[in-house]
């Protein structure tokens, strides 16, 4: 006896897709009039420290991949750190469990230096493939380990790839956690529904356009080889940058410290500060901070 075939979207009742749809939502904006000390512009910069997990997470043996992972903690962070501690500017790293594991010290460093340290998944993986309790099992271990290394309890979530799937709200309200910078709903923050009811939870949004990934990340063993040249990726973030500067709003960017530190790479990042530091009324701002802000000072 064969179970039933699945069948097709377009085959779905309305009441499925329209479950689907509205199982997370964004709810009210939480944009501020101003922002801390009458800022127009609140920038909060963000490093998914994935290192050797990017190869870990599909069960990959390659040594050249682990190697380019290592850099990140190797050159990427260090180089990262002094740029931040030379612009006096916060950032939040978010850390799959294993990188911690791996670079326990990289990432006591990271909050002894004043920065913010998000849960990141256990190791990397894609949430949309797990069960539910797994998905918990990997969320709270995420949270004890790095806890547990850096004395600090993290507060919020990026989903590894940006991958949230139907359960990951749920069990960020049920573990507690203040925000998640994993969706792309708005430009500005703004709260987000589950089964159209409030949460409480605010969302910073994420997006590809503003994550350094796209435009370099390569691997030669699939066909994924992009190249952008870094003064194009530089134009995109200033271009990404004026626009939440004219309207007064949030300007937040992802980068990856084995992507983003390449020497013919590391000025886009001190550019990008410099030029947003000539700006008058800029607030650099860690993600716990701008998520507490917004929640407590939104229109």
């Not at 009458?38 to 050249?64: C, W």
């Not at 230096?113 to 998944?121: D, K, Q, T």
């Not at 500060?273 to 998520?291: K, Q, T």
């Amino acid at each position: 006896m064969t179970s039933e075939a699945p069948i097709a979207p377009w085959q779905w009742p309305d009441e499925e897709w329209r479950r689907l749809v509205g199982r997370v939502r964004a709810g009210r904006p939480l944009r501020p009039s101003k922002w801390k000390d009458g800022a127009r512009l609140a920038v909060a910069l963000s490093f998914d420290s994935d290192h050797e997990t990017s190869e870990l997470r599909e069960g990959g043996r390659s040594i050249g991949r682990l190697a380019w992972g290592q850099f990140g903690n190797r050159v990427g962070v260090p180089r990262i750190l002094s740029m931040l501690e030379k612009y006096d500017v916060p950032a939040s790293f978010y850390v799959p469990a294993v990188t911690a594991l791996l670079h326990p010290d990289e990432q006591r460093r990271v909050v002894d230096s004043g920065h913010e340290i998000g849960i990141h998944g256990w190791i990397h993986e894609l949430n949309s493939v797990l069960e539910i309790d797994d998905e918990r099992d990997l969320m709270l271990r995420s949270l004890d380990t790095i806890e547990e290394i850096t004395g600090k309890r993290p507060t919020g979530l990026r989903s590894p790839s940006a991958d949230f799937s139907e359960n990951t709200l749920r069990l960020l309200c049920e573990l507690g956690l203040a925000y998640d910078s994993s969706l792309g709903a708005d430009e500005d923050c703004y709260e987000l529904l589950m089964d159209g009811k409030p949460t409480g939870v605010v969302e910073i949004p994420f997006e590809w356009v503003r994550d350094d990934a796209v435009y370099f990340m390569m691997n030669r063993f699939e066909s994924l080889r992009p190249y952008t040249p870094p003064s194009q990726v530089f134009d995109i973030f200033k271009r990404e940058l004026d626009a939440a500067y004219e309207q007064g709003g949030l300007f937040e960017l992802t980068m990856h410290p084995h992507i983003i530190t390449y020497r013919s790479r590391i000025w886009i990042l001190e550019e990008i500060i410099r030029y947003a530091r000539s700006l008058p009324g800029v607030w650099f701002a860690r993600h716990d901070e701008i998520a507490s802000y917004a929640l407590e000072n939104a229109e």
